[in-house]
């Protein structure tokens, strides 16, 4: 089993900076891909960023590519999701989930642990 709870979502004008973070119990998260989706009201959720249980890999959606930065540090436990340029349209609940299968995905139906999520809200 795994839980995860994120932390670090809050209000931000357009062009501010956020760090989400997501803290991780059980002895399997550095084994662990971990992705990051977004869901914004009244829409689906989305993928926002992965990365390898290694760290050595990472993917992200192109609307966030150049602004967002996914990170883990396994001594920890811990994932990271550093957000700069915010925009308006990056508003959503973020979460973090754990993929324990050997190859990385970014489809929500891969996952198999989720968070909670945290709300970040960008205003104009």
């Known amino acids: 089993q795994v839980q995860l709870v994120e932390s670090g979502g809050g209000l931000v004008q357009a062009g501010g900076s956020l760090r989400l973070s997501c803290a991780a119990s059980g002895r399997t998260f550095s084994r662990n891909h971990m992705d990051w989706f977004r869901q914004a009201p009244g829409k689906e959720r989305e993928f926002v960023a992965a990365?390898?249980?290694?760290?050595?890999?990472?993917y992200y959606a192109d609307s966030v590519k150049g602004r967002f930065a996914i990170s883990r540090d396994n001594a920890k436990n811990t994932v990271y999701l550093q957000m700069n340029s915010l925009k308006p349209e990056d508003t959503a609940v973020y979460y973090c989930a754990a993929d324990t299968s050997a190859l990385m995905s970014r489809s929500d139906s891969d996952m198999d642990y989720w968070g909670k999520g945290t709300l970040v809200t960008v205003s104009s």
């Open positions: 990365i390898s249980w290694s760290g050595l890999t990472t």
